[in-house]
């Protein structure tokens, strides 16, 4: 496996976090709840509960250039023989709120209100929906931003790009 600059800022993310990582059990300040719902999905590791929350998705044409290093027509058949569309990409976007040894700590942002506007409430889901999975937002302690693209960071602007 290659060594890539995406690998080293997924590493930095994840070492930046550690210190987060007691060995006692986690105390969160949001708290430990079971409900699911079709917007967020819980799970524990360990003492940390894990909360993946949609901040929604993208729809687009699918063309050559989206899989570097694959003909259109190898990717194509993937999709086909995974019974998804060969012709379109569909990409889900998850931010991932956690309960940490009493802080609530979020992975990403997702893609911000801005993008909840212009996408008539498609994407840019992720302070809608950590609410409605009990989280409130003004209750996070740490953001952790895994890189700086837009599915990933616009969630810190407000809905007028502020």
């Not at 259109?72 to 995974?82: C, G």
């Not at 993008?115 to 840019?124: Q, T």
Request: charged share 15%.
């Amino acid at each position: 496996m290659k060594l890539t600059r995406r690998h080293m800022l997924a590493g930095a993310a994840g070492i930046a976090t550690a210190p987060l990582l007691p060995a006692i059990s986690a105390q969160a300040a949001a708290p430990m709840a079971d409900k699911q719902a079709p917007s967020f999905y819980r799970y524990k590791v360990g003492d940390i509960q894990v909360n993946a929350i949609s901040d929604g998705s993208l729809t687009f044409a699918l063309d050559e250039k989206f899989v570097p290093n694959a003909k259109l027509e190898d990717v194509s058949t993937a999709l086909d023989n995974a019974f998804l569309p060969k012709d379109k990409m569909t990409l889900l976007f998850t931010p991932l709120a956690m309960n940490i040894g009493g802080k609530t700590v979020v992975l990403d942002t997702g893609m911000g209100g801005a993008a909840y506007a212009s996408s008539k409430g498609v994407n840019g889901q992720f302070v809608t929906n950590l609410t409605a999975a009990g989280i409130d937002p003004k209750s996070v302690d740490v953001v952790v931003l895994s890189h700086f693209h837009g599915d990933h960071i616009n969630g810190l602007l407000n809905a007028d790009n502020s």
